[in-house]
């Protein structure tokens, strides 16, 4: 079994910026789902969590370049602010688009649209 390196993105400390981490995983865990779900893990250990309590990862699912990331419903909860709202945008995407087969984001809560995001965006 070979191991591979999960990446995922977090609000820096001033939360005006992503930071990215790393995490070594077996080879075959290291997928878009598993990464958004140690996201979602690993902003809970933060000492300010962004993300609302409960959240978790449904599913994603990856259609020519576009990958539909499915959240619960306590992602309604998460603040309604600008740049809370981004920094969440942000995180999902980043952390997805690091799968080269990965272009698009579509973020959903319980199979319902709720955001689009293409890459580019800033780190």
């Known amino acids: 079994m070979m191991d591979s390196t999960l990446i995922y993105y977090l609000p820096s400390d001033d939360g005006q910026h992503l930071r990215r981490y790393e995490m070594k995983t077996a080879a075959r865990d290291n997928t878009p789902v598993e990464a958004l779900r140690e996201m979602v893990r690993a902003d809970k ?35 309604t602010s600008p740049s809370v709202q981004e920094l969440f945008i942000h995180m999902t995407t980043q952390t997805l688009t690091e799968f080269a087969d990965i272009h698009s984001v579509v973020i959903q809560i319980n199979g319902q649209p709720k955001m689009n995001r293409s890459p580019g965006l800033p780190k």
């Open 45 to 79: 250990r933060l000492d300010s969590p962004l993300l609302p309590d409960g959240l978790s990862v449904n599913y994603v699912v990856v259609e020519h370049g576009t990958a539909f990331a499915d959240f619960s419903s306590e992602l309604s909860q998460l603040d």
